[in-house]
Every structure is written in structure tokens, then in C-alpha cells.
């Protein structure tokens, strides 16, 4: 039979919109955090970093919010394009000073 | 810098045969990571390195895998030998320090049928 794969959380939005995509992390002692986009049939490309003694930092079109009381990560983009679709993986770096990734979400930009 | 490159893109080989990846990092670069990636389990680390040594390799599934850098330009991960289950994209990243983030290469899709 088929096998069962991961569910990836979806994301539509239109075009010209802004879009919010969250990350829950696992370890509380991680202090290092990136976001990475996907496309298909591509390698995970890097968007933008944030250590753990900040709270936000922002790049072009895209803002990354830290909140490290709920473990909780956020990527903000304003003003989607079609050139966004793709699948965001939320990364953190612990201690052991390897990378761990999230399942990741899919963004699909609507005409 | 042309990046993280990977070879080859696509491996087709049958169960029970030798399968070997490559990954060329960027120059420069002292940490290199192996990563697998498959819709049941997402991107696994697998095994990583710090100047040609390898740190941790706990992501390793089995004795069947094993992975080397001879030189600060070339790893290896080599499958042997290969079942169907092993079947999946794996990437080579590259990062200078471990504070910074990792470079990915364009995978190797490996189908063992």
C-alpha cells in the first residue's frame, strides 16, 4: 500500500498579500535560528538568521520574530509574489551545533 | 563560488548494489553536513564534519551507510548495500562556522528499485 507521508501545513494567500508562517522549536537551549525556502527540485536556499539574544530581525520583504518564552518562531513576508511558493523549513541550532529542521509549510501564492 | 555541488543530480540502481554520493563544499567552508530528505521523515542530518573529522553520526541509519572526507574539498557517503527504503533526495550543506547558516547543494535523487 501507499505509504503515509508527512502533512505538510498549507498556506494560501494572494498575491500582494502578507504572509505569516510560524515554527514551533524543541529545544530550549537552541540559540541560533534560520529560515529556509524550497523549491522544487532544489536545495533548502537561505532567507534570513536570528540568534537567540534577539527578538526580530528584519530583511528585504522578510521579518523574522523570536519568542523564546513559548518556543515559538515566525516568518513574516510582505508582499507575496508567485516567486514565493515554495515549501519554508524553520531550522535551530543546539548545542551539539547541528541544524534541526522543521516538518515545513507549504506557500502557495494565489493569483 | 559555484556553491555546494553534488553528484550525480539523479542515481537510478538496483537493491544489493554499492551506491556512492559525492559533495564538493565551498572552499573555505570547515563544517560539512550530510542531510536526508523523504516525505515519511522531512531533512534528517545524517553525519557531520569539522575540518575533515567527523563530529556526530548518530543520524547514520545503519552499518550499511557510511560516510568520509578525505580532504577539505570532497566528502563521500556511500550506501552499501542499497534496499528500496533508502530510497530518497540526499543533500550536502557547507557552513563556515557553526554559528552561521549552512549551504545546501542541489541533492542527489537516489531511487533504489
Known amino acids: 500500500g501507499e505509504s503515509v507521508g508527512l502533512h505538510l501545513p498549507t498556506l494560501s494567500v494572494q498575491e500582494g498579500d502578507n504572509s505569516i508562517i510560524n515554527c514551533a522549536y524543541s529545544n530550549s537551549a537552541s540559540d541560533y535560528f534560520i529560515w529556509y525556502k524550497q523549491e522544487s527540485g532544489k536545495g533548502p536556499q537561505f532567507i534570513i538568521d536570528?540568534?537567540?539574544?534577539?527578538d526580530k530581525r528584519q530583511g528585504q520583504r522578510v521579518t523574522v520574530l523570536l519568542n523564546k518564552t513559548v518556543k515559538h518562531l515566525s516568518l513574516q513576508i510582505a508582499a507575496t509574489q508567485p516567486g514565493d511558493s515554495a515549501v519554508y523549513f524553520c531550522a535551530e541550532r543546539g548545542s551539539a551545533r547541528q541544524l534541526t529542521f522543521g516538518s515545513g509549510t507549504q506557500l502557495t501564492v494565489l493569483p | 563560488d559555484a556553491g555546494v555541488i553534488q553528484s550525480p543530480r539523479h542515481e537510478v540502481t538496483e537493491m544489493g548494489q554499492e551506491v556512492t554520493l559525492r559533495c564538493k563544499p565551498i572552499s573555505g567552508h570547515d563544517y560539512l553536513f550530510w542531510y536526508r530528505q523523504t516525505m515519511m521523515r522531512g531533512l534528517e542530518l545524517l553525519i557531520y564534519f569539522n575540518n575533515n573529522v567527523p563530529i556526530d553520526d548518530s543520524g547514520m541509519p545503519e552499518d550499511r551507510f557510511s560516510a568520509k572526507m578525505p580532504n577539505a574539498s570532497f566528502s563521500t557517503l556511500k550506501i552499501q548495500p542499497s534496499e528500496p527504503r533508502d530510497s530518497a533526495v540526499y543533500f550536502c550543506a557547507s557552513s563556515p562556522h557553526p554559528n552561521t547558516e549552512a549551504f545546501f547543494g542541489q541533492g542527489t535523487r537516489l531511487t533504489v528499485v
Open positions: 536570528i540568534r537567540s539574544n534577539m
